[in-house]
């Protein structure tokens, strides 16, 4: 079972108590009605959708109920870190995405089986 | 025809458990959901008579009332000798948010020397000493349902669910206490 480390509760709890929450540090445009429909667009609906490393909002649904951001890489599922929601995003020095090549994928397990 | 409607206990009849972990129906209790600032917590504990636990997973207790830390800002007042808390908590000159909950929760009680385990057996919440000494406290998950676990001794815990799920919590409680007791 992941294990998510909650700012809040200040120890790492179960993933089932989680609750994903979408992208984090995705700024509202303070002119909101003067936007373009095209810059509306880009702040609602568009997402970057990275392979590696990305930041995401959670919430701890079942536990303290509060919206947290963390830093997890989409490939191996790894949490790198976990901060407080309103903090900036942390350096991470040392920190390089997974590659296709770290994690076990279908392909290089079964891709032969029969 | 009855002149009046009988409130009836949510596990009244219920009765489960081993030798190495009782599972029984708390008795019935007044409960209060208590959001408030930081700016409000001593106004808050001066009117209730506790001290609002500012730690996570800590709470307070005295002569029967507790007040458990489940947020930053949201605490559980649970009083089992029935006193009204939401009126207690309205006589602090500060800013909050007290609902009463009273009768949405009811709470399992589990003692014994296994107690912990058959709590683990649907939670996975650690419940070592190390990290969940008596007096801690969290809401997390049990089986499919939302609880808040309460330590109260080093063998006792008092497990605190909604009313509707309270047959299931019951249950799965009996359940893991049977199987802690093999």
Redesign the interface.
């Given at each position: 079972m992941l294990l998510i480390y909650c700012p809040y509760c200040e120890e790492e709890r179960s993933e089932l108590e989680f609750r994903h929450g979408g992208d984090a540090h995705i700024a509202r445009p303070t002119n909101i009605a003067d936007i373009t429909d095209e810059e509306f667009e880009a702040f609602f609906f568009l997402r970057d959708n990275p392979k590696g490393l990305i930041f995401e909002r959670w919430r701890h649904v079942h536990g303290c109920g509060r919206f947290f951001n963390a830093a997890r890489d989409t490939v191996s599922d790894k949490f790198f870190a976990s901060y407080k929601a309103g903090e900036p995003k942390p350096d991470l020095p040392g920190i390089s995405p997974a590659t296709e090549k770290t994690v076990e994928t279908y392909e290089a397990t079964e891709g032969t089986a029969k | 025809m009855a002149e009046q409607a009988l409130r009836k206990a949510p596990l009244g009849g219920f009765h489960g458990g081993s030798a190495a972990a009782h599972v029984t129906a708390a008795g019935p209790a007044t409960r209060l959901s208590l959001r408030a600032g930081a700016d409000a917590v001593s106004a808050l504990s001066k009117a209730l008579g506790l001290d609002l636990p500012q730690k996570?997973?800590t709470s307070a207790s005295a002569n029967g009332r507790h007040a458990l830390w489940?947020?930053?800002d949201?605490w559980l007042l649970i009083d089992e000798n029935e006193a009204d808390l939401a009126a207690l908590a309205a006589k602090a000159d500060a800013l909050h948010s007290a609902v009463d909950v009273s009768h949405r929760n009811t709470a399992v009680l589990v003692a014994g020397a296994r107690a912990a385990e058959a709590i683990a057996s649907a939670s996975?919440?650690d419940l070592s000493p190390k990290?969940f000494p008596v007096g801690a406290c969290?809401?997390?998950?049990f089986g499919k349902i939302?609880v808040v676990i309460f330590r109260t001794g080093e063998q006792e815990y008092r497990v605190e669910c909604w009313r509707s799920f309270a047959p299931y919590a019951f249950a799965l409680l009996a359940e893991g206490a049977e199987d802690a007791g093999l």
């Open positions: - | 996570p997973k489940l947020g930053p949201e996975p919440h990290v969290a809401r997390t998950v939302e």
